[in-house]
C-alpha cells in the first residue's frame, strides 16, 4: 500500500496536469507549437498510459488497459507531428484520463486491488516515486508547449515600462578545492543515471556564485556576441548559420529597441537580475568565452550544490561542459531507454531546475540531459572561473 502522503501528491500531480489541458480548446490541445514538442493532450494521454503500463501490465501482468493505445502513447512508435491528429476529442481524453487516474490511485491505496508489494518494482515505494517524477517531467514539459504557443501567437507591440540594460559581469564565485567528493543518489528516489556514482576526483576551480542574468546576457549581445564568429565553436558557428538568431528563444524587441519576454501568459518586462534562459549550449558557450570563462563540469556543479553554497539554483537549468555519461556503476534501471540510448556523446547535461520544475525532480544528483541546439527547455548557465 502507498503511503497516504504519496497519494496525495499523486492527487495533486493529477490535477495540475488535468488543469493544464483543461484549460486549452479541443484545437490547441491537438496543436504541435514547436518541432521538438508533443501536443498537450498527447502528454496528458501519455501519463496515463504510462501508469498502466507499469502499475497493470508490469506488475499485476494485465495489459488490458495498454494494448490498444501502445503504439500511440510510446514515444519510440508515434512521430511528434502524428500524434495530435490521432487524439481523440479533448472531452473524451480529459473524462477517460481523470477517470483512470482516479483507478490507478485507488489500486495503489490498495482498495481496488492489489499490487505486490515484493515486486522489484513496489519495494521501498520505488514506483511510485518512479510515476511522480515521470509526470513532473511532462507538467515541465507542458509549460514549455505553452511558452511556444505564446510566442507563436504574439502579433501586437509590446511596450516595456522598463528597458533593459546591459550590467557588468559579476564574477563572484565559488571556490571548489582539489579532492574526492560524493556524486550521485540513491534509491528508491534517484533515476539509474544517478546512482552507482561512487565519489569523483575533481580538480580545483571556482563555480560562479549566481547563474548570468539576463542583464548581464544583453552585455554579451551588445557586444556583437551572435556576430563575432571568433567566440563560437565550429558546431556554434554551423548552426548559427542556419539559425540566425540575436537573443534567447523567447526575447523580442519593441519599436524603440526595447527588450522584453514573452511567457505562459503573455509578453512582459525582463528583469535585470533573473537568470537569463532560452539558450542553448552553443550560446551559452559562446558567452563563457566572451566573459574569459567556462562553463562548469557537472560533477562540479553537483559537489558545490551539496554543500549549498549556490546562490539562485533553481530557476534556470543551467548548461553544463560535459557530454551525459553513464557512471562507473550504471546499470539500466527500470528499462534501458530511460539514460542508456542518450550517452550518445551528442547529449549534454544540464543541472538545477527551472522554476517550472515541481519539487519531485529538484535535487542536486538530478541529470536533464539534452542535444546543444535545444532552446526551449528554459535553460541558462552558471560560468566557472
Not at 81 to 92: F, I, N, S, V
Request: proline residues 6%; hydrophobic residues 40%.
Amino acid at each position: 500500500m502507498t503511503p497516504l502522503a504519496m497519494l496525495t501528491q499523486f492527487r495533486a500531480l493529477h490535477r495540475h496536469l488535468l488543469g493544464v489541458v483543461g484549460t486549452l480548446n479541443d484545437t490547441d490541445y491537438r496543436q504541435q507549437y514547436h518541432f521538438d514538442l508533443s501536443p498537450c493532450g498527447w502528454h496528458l494521454g501519455h501519463c496515463l498510459w504510462v501508469e498502466n503500463h507499469w502499475l497493470r501490465a508490469i506488475v499485476q501482468g494485465d495489459a488490458r488497459r495498454t494494448r490498444a493505445d501502445a503504439r500511440y502513447y510510446q514515444p519510440q512508435y508515434s512521430a511528434k507531428p502524428e500524434r495530435g491528429a490521432k487524439l481523440p476529442h479533448q472531452d473524451h481524453l480529459l473524462n477517460t484520463v481523470a477517470a483512470g487516474f482516479e483507478d490507478n490511485i485507488l489500486l495503489l491505496a490498495g482498495e481496488a486491488g492489489q499490487l505486490d508489494p515484493k515486486h522489484p518494482l513496489m519495494v521501498d515505494n520505488y514506483l511510485p516515486l518512479f510515476l511522480l517524477q515521470h509526470h513532473s517531467q511532462h507538467l515541465e514539459t507542458l509549460r514549455m508547449v505553452l511558452t511556444q504557443r505564446a510566442l507563436s501567437r504574439h502579433r501586437n507591440a509590446f511596450h516595456p515600462q522598463t528597458r533593459l540594460r546591459p550590467s557588468v559581469l559579476a564574477r563572484d564565485a565559488i571556490p571548489i578545492a582539489s579532492g574526492d567528493y560524493p556524486i550521485g543518489g540513491s534509491k528508491p528516489l534517484a533515476f539509474d543515471n544517478e546512482l552507482n556514482a561512487g565519489s569523483a576526483r575533481l580538480e580545483a576551480s571556482a563555480i560562479g556564485l549566481r547563474p548570468v542574468s539576463n542583464a548581464e546576457y544583453l552585455g554579451f549581445i551588445e557586444a556583437g556576441g551572435y556576430t563575432d564568429m571568433n567566440l563560437w565553436e565550429d558546431d556554434g558557428r554551423a548552426w548559427l548559420s542556419q539559425h540566425p538568431i540575436e537573443a534567447p528563444d523567447h526575447w523580442r524587441r519593441d519599436g524603440r529597441g526595447w527588450w522584453y519576454g514573452i511567457g505562459l501568459d503573455g509578453p512582459h518586462d525582463l528583469e535585470p537580475r533573473a537568470a537569463v534562459y532560452g539558450i542553448n549550449l552553443h550560446e551559452a558557450r559562446a558567452f563563457a568565452r566572451w566573459a574569459q570563462a567556462t562553463l562548469p563540469h557537472e560533477l562540479a556543479w553537483e559537489t558545490a550544490a551539496r554543500q549549498g553554497r549556490l546562490s539562485l539554483a533553481g530557476q534556470v537549468w543551467e548548461w553544463c561542459d560535459n557530454t551525459f555519461f553513464p557512471y562507473a556503476g550504471f546499470k539500466p534501471f527500470p528499462y534501458h531507454e530511460y539514460s542508456a540510448p542518450w550517452f550518445d556523446s551528442a547529449h549534454y547535461t544540464l543541472r538545477g531546475a527551472s522554476r517550472f520544475t515541481p519539487a519531485h525532480t529538484r535535487r542536486p544528483s538530478f541529470r536533464n540531459f539534452h542535444t546543444a541546439d535545444k532552446r526551449h527547455i528554459f535553460a541558462g548557465m552558471r560560468l566557472s572561473f
